[in-house]
């Protein structure tokens, strides 16, 4: 069996290039604790993690992916764009976005202060970013090989999109309001944040859990986005892709694809 820093070395030589890794079936992860020492040692490689994703928070997904429960992914400041970015290079090899919520820490989290559940966390969080999640892969092909090596491949991220920060309002209706994604121009998909197990909130005491167990720290700033409320949808290069959040006063974040890695 190859050891866990064997493949995220060779993911994280991947990470900036356009190189694809082609593992071998020996390895791959062949349970959860194994994928995410993968992944945790492939993000010690990248850049201290400033924003979070959260992977297969989908009852539905998870089922597709065979994983038991969600996972997360680390994203370093290298990978986090700013509204109207054109996002291009290594960042870009994928072109799927995922219209997210991007919920901020006010504060440091710790294991002291850990949340016991969501009514806990809300005091904890400051604002919300409208953001297009950029799922991204060093594979050839998203979830080519299964849940493991796409939690291994940290978490698929690939890049975040974060438009203008809104305050958190505890009371807004961020389960039920309608999420609208455009490409071109033209509406592409429509959700709800109540996709997500338990809403958009739901998952975040788990994860602040896992990553503090993990090692990670989550000082005040940091972002966790916790779920696609539109799904995975494709985009075709150079067209503006704008998403657009009823809960944050129709608050939107746009970007736009450019070449991919050379």
């Not at 202060?113 to 904890?124: G, K, N, T």
């Not at 690939?158 to 807004?172: E, H, I, Q, S, T």
């Amino acid at each position: 069996m190859v050891s866990h820093p064997a493949l995220a070395e060779r993911l994280a030589a991947a990470f900036d290039t356009a190189a694809v890794v082609e593992p071998e079936k020996a390895d791959l992860p062949v349970d959860y604790a194994a994928a995410a020492a993968v992944r945790d040692a492939l993000s010690a490689r990248t850049g201290r993690p400033e924003a979070f994703k959260l992977g297969a928070t989908i009852a539905e997904v998870r089922a597709n992916l065979g994983l038991p429960r969600a996972f997360f992914g680390p994203l370093p400041a290298a990978r986090i764009f700013a509204d109207s970015a054109t996002v291009a290079g290594p960042a870009a090899r994928q072109t799927g976005v995922e219209s997210e919520y991007g919920f901020r820490l006010a504060v440091a989290v710790t294991a002291a202060s850990l949340p016991a559940d969501v009514a806990a966390l809300l005091p904890m969080i400051d604002a919300v970013h409208p953001a297009l999640e950029i799922p991204g892969t060093r594979f050839s092909k998203l979830g080519g090989h299964g849940g493991l090596a796409l939690m291994a491949d940290g978490g698929a991220a690939g890049a975040l999109v974060l438009g203008p920060a809104v305050p958190f309002d505890p009371a807004a209706d961020y389960a039920a309001a309608p999420v609208r994604l455009e490409i071109g121009g033209v509406p592409a998909a429509e959700g709800r944040g109540d996709i997500i197990d338990g809403g958009p909130l739901a998952p975040i005491p788990g994860f602040l859990r896992d990553a503090l167990a993990a090692g990670y720290s989550l000082p005040a700033g940091t972002v966790i986005v916790t779920g696609s409320c539109t799904g995975y949808i494709e985009a075709p290069r150079g067209a503006e892709v704008v998403a657009r959040f009823a809960a944050l006063g129709d608050a939107s974040v746009s970007m736009r694809f450019g070449a991919g890695p050379a």
